[in-house]
């Protein structure tokens, strides 16, 4: 949940900008414009991180919208209320072109039930029509968790990537030359690497990692659970269509606890405890299939926007300057077409 003074909170910690001529595509954010547990968001709340820093800012001059159940339609065919929220981020991303000097909105990644199978084309080409060239792909989220011991909401029921129609339609999207971006926790990397195994004509991107967590019935286990992490992404690597978002970890399940510090932590700290997943990431993956992601505003509750980039900045500083482009710029653009 955000807390009252997190503007306050978040700006005590503030940093000089590590390398700001870089051009960044920030690969995943969500737009609000109702409350939710990380408050509304909206074009000048991303701005508004997005232009952060001390004596300047990071140069983000494009971004990927990622689906978060915002401004669904509320009436109509149930398949086709997803379409909603890619007609809302048109007209946000039309907004975004008013100002040079600040990213624009480049791709839109929506929603769709992949478990309609080869009947989810109708939902596609709905989405296609509203998005004015700017929908890219869909995600179709995973997350289990029979706990209940998670702060972010999670299906008890299977992951769904298994089911054949679940398949057949992740086999459409692929057909029409779109992505699918997936989020789910690190327990279900195995149903993932299959669903990657048994499409392998469609494009997937990794969200956040998968999502390793630390909290509630995971709280103590980080290393434990980092080992097998780490065996998983070394057998999703191997899938050629399978691409990583190096980000997304300074949500409140990942365990690192910085949401309830007097202090925010700054870009070492935020490198000290997660370098090895990024390095490891990265290692596996290779530059060109490794996208960084801020996963704003959620990763807010944790972090500011500058001092995260820094932070990804100062992880991958040893690499050539064609890595770097590609993690930061490059791989994004292909990916998502922009």
């Known amino acids: ?73 509320q009436e109509g065919k149930e398949a086709l209320r997803p379409v909603g929220e890619t007609e809302y981020v048109v007209q946000v991303a039309e907004a975004s072109r008013a100002d040079a000097d600040k990213p624009t909105i480049a791709a839109i990644v929506s929603h769709a039930d992949m478990a309609l199978g080869e009947a989810v084309e109708e939902v596609l080409q709905a989405h296609e029509e509203a998005g004015q060239g700017l929908f890219k792909g869909i995600r179709h989220m995973g997350p289990s968790d029979t706990t209940g011991s998670l702060s972010n909401p999670a299906s008890t029921e299977p992951c769904p990537y298994s089911g054949e129609g679940f398949r057949s339609g992740v086999r459409t999207l692929g057909r029409m030359g779109y992505s699918f971006d997936a989020w789910h926790f690190f327990l279900q990397n195995p149903d993932f690497l299959e669903l990657a195994r048994a499409v392998p004509e469609t494009t997937m991107v990794l969200n956040h990692f998968g999502s390793p967590l630390g909290v509630g019935a995971y709280a103590g286990k980080q290393d434990e659970i980092f080992s097998q992490w780490q065996r998983d992404i070394e057998r999703l690597a191997d899938c050629p269509n399978v691409v990583a978002k190096l980000g997304g970890l300074a949500m409140i399940d990942n365990g690192f606890g910085w949401h309830d510090r007097d202090l925010p932590p700054s870009s070492d700290e ?59 710029y490059g791989t994004a653009a292909k990916v998502y077409r922009i």
Request: aromatic share 12%; glycine share 4%; hydrophobic share 40%.
């Open 1 to 73: 949940m955000l807390r009252s003074d997190a503007a306050e909170w978040l700006a005590l910690v503030m940093e000089e900008i590590i390398e700001p001529d870089r051009k960044i595509i920030d690969t995943h954010h969500h737009l609000w414009t109702v409350p939710t547990p990380w408050g509304r968001y909206e074009l000048a709340d991303l701005w508004a991180d997005t232009q952060s820093g001390s004596g300047g800012h990071h140069h983000i001059e494009k971004t990927v919208f990622i689906d978060c159940h915002s401004n669904y339609r």
């Open 270 to 328: 935020f490198c000290a405890a997660q370098r090895r997943y990024y390095l490891h990431a990265i290692e596996c993956f290779g530059p060109d299939r490794c996208m960084f992601e801020s996963n704003f505003p959620v990763d807010k509750l944790s972090i500011s926007y500058h001092v995260m980039w820094n932070g990804m900045k100062k992880i991958v500083m040893d690499f050539s300057e064609d890595e770097k482009h590609a993690m930061f």
